[in-house]
């Protein structure tokens, strides 16, 4: 992997000031010729991906700067182009002396890591791959500066990401974010040096990413990768693992899809439970269109409902509302941002997304009469008949604060399916898992069926007894 390159360089410097006894004349600019033979590490300018080896090449509009010190005296361009070797020229201003150390590098004098890498190995050539040499001037005769052979040595690691899901497809990341658990990845190099993640954004569907890394750790890191795909989001994390500066690593991670959970805390505690989000008992269910929907049917008059939604069980994760909010059409937010909405008996539906900074959308309809449950089925032979949501033989029985429905000697072997539906109609219904598929249970013998509905939960289940 490792390539040479042979610099000749032409550099103008500024010759001293000569003083007379009234008007100083200005500086006489001479033009010195540099020749330094040079050598470049791999994975570096220029990059040309040949199977697994990075190779660096000089492109057109490639800039090499010339530091002194902390200053910078000159700018040197390839005289040719697709190659590992090439001759620069340009010019520097200031004196040159025997003994005088000047620093090469490319592309820039800033350098920047978090911002605007596109994955691409185009995009990290032009304005990521940092690579630096030093030089000493041996010699100053006339228009001609002798040098010391020059080294580059790259800045950073350029690391090839190709991501897939735990089936082992492909996934095309809309953003990537590259972490390291030092927190000593470089972001940004100059007048001091800033640390952190690094994001990356690709323009189009990409199957791998190319990433610049810079880890001042010195030793091997976690890293973690997380990964926009859609509305979805997906993690991995790597252990003990080492990338050095100047070589390029071929890496497939094998990403798991992060599933929150968002749930409600509250008061009162008859509906909400608590205000502990580690004891929450109320996740919301994910619906198709990525946001979390919860719905309770109120049988008490009971003071201001106040309710916040938490992620994953924990302060720490975020909880909405916060302080991004406005006041919503049909509830309000009191001085500790929470969620309020004045309730009695009635159905409250709840509905979260946690795009952006989000979002609530709450409806409550109040019941001016007790609320009624029936069973509608699939099973004439059980049900009497069949999705009947308005047969009243098979309206539930409250129990406490659960609905249930007994069926006497259903046969062994019958497979059900069935919903309960509310007040006769199927408006609103529940099944499985509180949601829209039917709920369904095969008998292993002949016994009585009792259907159980919590109108809470909205989970509609089946014990044999």
Not at 74 to 98: D, E, N, R
């Amino acid at each position: 992997m490792k390539t040479s390159r042979l610099f000749i360089a032409a550099l103008c410097a500024a010759a001293g000031v000569t003083a007379c006894n009234t008007v100083p004349e200005q500086p006489e600019i001479t033009e010195y010729t540099l020749t330094v033979d040079a050598s470049m590490a791999p994975a570096t300018k220029g990059l040309e991906l040949s199977g697994s080896t990075l190779n660096a090449v000089w492109e057109s509009g490639d800039q090499v700067i010339v530091l002194a010190g902390n200053d910078q005296v000159g700018t040197l361009t390839p005289q040719t182009t697709g190659s590992a070797t090439a001759s620069l020229k340009g010019t520097i201003t200031g004196s040159v002396s025997v003994g005088q150390s000047l620093v090469l590098q490319t592309p820039r004098k800033a350098w920047i890591y978090n911002t605007n890498q596109d994955g691409t190995l185009s995009t990290l050539a032009k304005n990521f791959a940092y690579a630096r040499a030093s030089i000493t001037v041996t010699a100053v005769n006339g228009n001609t500066i002798s040098a010391d052979p020059a080294h580059f040595e790259n800045q950073q690691a350029i690391v090839k990401f190709t991501l897939k899901d735990d089936k082992g497809s492909t996934l095309y990341a809309d953003e990537l974010t590259v972490e390291a658990a030092s927190n000593k990845l470089v972001r940004a190099v100059g007048a001091s040096t800033s640390y952190g993640s690094i994001p990356v954004e690709p323009d189009d569907d990409e199957e791998s990413l190319y990433v610049a890394l810079r880890n001042e750790s010195g030793a091997a890191d976690n890293y973690t990768l997380t990964a926009t795909v859609g509305k979805s989001t997906y993690t991995c994390t790597k252990s003990g693992v080492l990338f050095e500066n100047g070589k390029y690593y071929g890496v497939t991670a094998t990403m798991s899809e992060v599933v929150d959970t968002y749930s409600l805390v509250g008061s009162p505690s008859s509906i909400f439970g608590t205000w502990t989000p580690a004891e929450a008992t109320i996740d919301m269910v994910k619906q198709s269109d990525g946001s979390y929907k919860w719905e309770t049917n109120i049988t008490s008059d009971p003071t201001d409902i106040a309710f916040k939604v938490v992620r994953n069980h924990d302060w720490a994760n975020g909880s909405w509302p916060n302080g991004n909010w406005s006041n919503g059409a049909n509830y309000t937010i009191d001085g500790d941002f929470n969620c309020v909405i004045k309730a009695g008996v009635g159905k409250l539906t709840i509905i979260f997304n946690p795009n952006g900074i989000g979002t609530l959308t709450l409806s409550y309809s109040k019941s001016t009469a007790s609320d009624t449950y029936t069973v509608a089925g699939n099973s004439t032979a059980v049900f009497g008949t069949a999705w009947d949501p308005s047969n009243t033989a098979n309206d539930m029985t409250k129990q406490g604060n659960v609905w249930v429905k007994t069926y006497n000697n259903v046969p062994g072997g019958t497979a059900l399916e069935f919903k309960v539906a509310l007040n006769h109609s199927w408006s609103v219904s529940y099944g499985k898992n509180g949601g829209s598929a039917n709920q369904t249970h095969t008998m292993s013998a002949t016994k009585n069926l009792t259907i159980t509905f919590d109108p809470n939960t909205h989970y509609v289940t089946a014990t044999e007894n």
